[in-house]
């Protein structure tokens, strides 16, 4: 189909005609951070979704991102520019053997990280991201025994922060486990004033170096208030375009990924580019649906996520 000349004007008209806000996570591609009302993290963006008083959603992120929005608006038009753009961790856990592993262990309180799919919150109790799971965890009684899902990354660094044994599900993210140890402490020794500031679901041999660990946002906020400036930052190179915009005169370097890949984009979220998300808007889909069942079993844990972390 016949795209318009100035993609950005389109979309701003667009926006207007149909009373949507356009949410999208730091991992997008640039021109699309560009174009988008909020950016954010997946809190940040849940929040959003929740409060929202636009009649379209069109959400810039994968599928479990624009999945939560659906759960949180069920009568409002929910737009992904791109239905593949899946989540690695998403897809390590998959429902039928989660239902098994949690039936395994009937007195365990299910704690799972907002990267799943419905079906595995609609089977967990509490939801949560990786900017408020230490203080979820912190929470929750000492005596109950958790099982934490599906990031065993993240896991391990809230059993480390928390002190507390969590049962963790064996997943993992495809882009976080990427960055290379050696890479890293090599560009270290070149760049010895750098910071290194990482996500949670990087491996721990990573994490062991990281001056800060946290979310995309909190990896954003750390930047801005340190009096540091210049940063290596092991997480999707997606979010150093905001790092750049609010701090001209501070360096990002892209902590280096191992093998022979270029870097560290995340091949699900850069399915979305400007064209498919002007594409969705005009044709007002592809849409996000679900069935209710799961819709409203998946909405208690992350309205109790929204409640502990207000
Ligand atoms: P946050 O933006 O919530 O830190 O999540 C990172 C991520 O991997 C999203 O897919
Ligand atoms: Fe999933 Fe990792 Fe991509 Fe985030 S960066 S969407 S966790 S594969």
Redesign the pocket.
Same mark, same amino acid.
């Given at each position: 189909s016949q795209l318009p000349d100035d993609l950005f004007e389109a979309i701003a008209t667009l926006k207007q005609d149909l009373n949507a806000v356009i949410l999208a996570h730091y991992?997008q591609d640039p021109d699309i951070q560009d174009v988008a009302d909020y950016i954010g993290d997946s809190l940040g963006l849940s929040r959003q979704a929740a409060d929202t008083d636009a009649e379209v959603i069109v959400f810039a992120g %994968?599928h479990f991102m624009a999945e939560t929005a659906k759960i949180l608006n069920p009568h409002k038009l929910v737009l992904l520019p791109d239905l593949d753009a899946g989540?690695?961790?998403?897809d390590s856990c998959p429902p039928e053997a989660f239902a098994a592993f949690k039936a395994a262990h009937p007195d365990h309180l299910v704690v799972s990280y907002i990267?799943c799919t419905a079906a595995i919150k609609a089977m967990s109790d509490i939801i949560c991201t990786s900017s408020n799971a230490v203080d979820i965890v912190n929470q929750i009684p000492l005596d109950q025994p958790i099982i934490f899902a599906p990031d065993r990354n993240l896991g391990r660094y809230v059993m480390e922060q928390t002190g507390r044994e969590l049962l963790l599900w064996d997943g993992s993210?495809? %882009? !976080?486990e990427n960055f290379s140890e050696k890479k890293l402490v090599q560009l270290q020794v070149q760049h010895p004033e750098a910071e290194i500031i990482a996500h949670p +679901?990087c491996e721990t041999p990573v994490l062991r170096h990281a001056h800060y660990i946290g979310s995309t946002t909190a990896l954003l906020k750390y930047a801005q208030q340190s009096q540091g400036n210049s940063f290596v930052v092991a997480t +999707?190179p997606g979010i150093i375009h905001q790092m750049q915009k609010a701090m001209p005169d501070k360096t990002f370097i892209a902590a280096p990924p191992t093998g022979t890949c270029a870097c560290n984009e995340?091949p !699900?979220?850069r399915l979305n580019t400007l064209e498919k998300l002007y594409l969705a808007m005009s044709q007002r889909q592809p849409e996000i649906t679900l069935p209710e069942d799961i819709r409203l079993a998946a909405l208690k844990p992350i309205e109790r996520m929204l409640a502990m972390s207000r």
């Open positions: 991992y %994968v989540c690695s961790l998403a990267n993210c495809i %882009v !976080h +679901e +999707e995340c !699900h979220m």
